[in-house]
């Protein structure tokens, strides 16, 4: 999960005597942390989701979990007391770095409902050094030592080359403007957007110091917005089909995933995470049709 410590412990909202239950742990020091705020008579359990099991004989006041599953356990959900919380990252597409960080609070009666929902912050700061463990379909590490790669459903599965061509496209004959909606909150707000209606064509993208980037990609033709640049490459129907895109969620009022109605809605063992899409006075046309 990509998120600051400090932004994690406001969202779990721990107080002293709280039971927390911390999936799939990655090291001691959040334990530690932890541990300040819940003593004296609480107490922080860490578990790797194979040893949770599916009857607990405790319920936890508060849950946070490590790593983005394609859906919400329900064994997760059945270790969080009523009233409690879980503070858990999901999946929103299946593309490198597509996670956001959930907030979910269970009702009275044991169901949960998320009251929070923010993309990675690596889409409005500065990308790590190296290429995601997930989804990457191409990278290439240039001479300066940085990491270019991209990540796209359709590419999935392909030849590595195929996604290396396209990186080729940035690479050595890139254009390059100001992006057209500036950097910060509203860049975060266009990539939740996007990654909730999971256009055709949506890529995620690493490129260099850039932080990284979400855009369009096409055979012979990419366009991705990273920080306050635009950056395409090859023919332009990927930049008019990105410049589409951006077109349609101003006309949806720049809605965030919060302003999406997440719901989370049972599955057999699992909850789904599910968006509600807002009319839009016109239908912009996918970038394949």
Same mark, same amino acid.
């Given at each position: ?41 609480? !107490? @922080? $359990? ?5 040893? +949770?099991?599916? #009857?607990? /004989? &405790?319920?936890?006041? %508060? *849950? ?21 919380? !879980? @503070? $858990? ?5 299946? +593309?490198?770095? #597509?996670? /956001? &960080?959930?907030?979910? %609070? *269970? ?183």
């Amino acid at each position: 999960m990509k998120c600051e410590l400090a932004d994690l412990l406001e969202m779990l909202d721990l107080r002293p005597g709280h039971r927390l239950l911390e999936i799939n742990p990655q090291d001691a020091a959040g334990v530690v942390e932890f541990g300040r705020f819940v003593d004296p008579s609480g !107490a @922080v $359990v860490s578990l790797p989701a194979g040893k +949770l099991g599916s #009857a607990p /004989a &405790v319920r936890y006041d %508060r *849950l946070v979990a490590w790593s983005a599953p394609s859906s919400l356990p329900g064994e997760w959900v059945a270790h969080v007391a009523p009233g409690g919380l !879980a @503070v $858990v990252p999901v999946l929103l597409a299946p +593309l490198a770095m #597509a996670e /956001a &960080v959930a907030r979910i %609070r *269970l009702d009275p009666d044991g169901r949960p409902e998320v009251t929070d929902l923010s993309t990675t912050p690596l889409f409005t700061r500065a990308a790590p050094g190296e290429p995601p463990e997930r989804f990457v379909d191409g990278a290439v590490l240039r001479p300066d030592g940085r990491w270019w790669w991209i990540s796209a459903e359709w590419l999935h599965g392909r030849d590595h080359g195929v996604a290396v061509d396209l990186l080729d496209l940035l690479l050595h004959r890139p254009r390059r403007r100001p992006s057209p909606i500036g950097a910060g909150r509203d860049t975060a707000h266009l990539v939740g957007y996007l990654l909730a209606r999971r256009p055709d064509g949506m890529l995620t993208a690493g490129l260099g110091d850039l932080p990284a980037g979400i855009g369009c990609a096409l055979p012979g033709s990419l366009a991705v917005l990273a920080g306050d640049s635009l950056v395409s490459g090859g023919t332009p129907e990927a930049l008019d089909g990105l410049l589409d895109w951006i077109t349609e969620w101003r006309s949806a009022g720049r809605p965030a995933l919060t302003d999406l109605w997440p719901r989370l809605t049972p599955r057999r063992d699992t909850w789904e995470l599910e968006f509600g899409m807002p009319e839009l006075p016109t239908q912009v046309p996918s970038p394949f049709a």
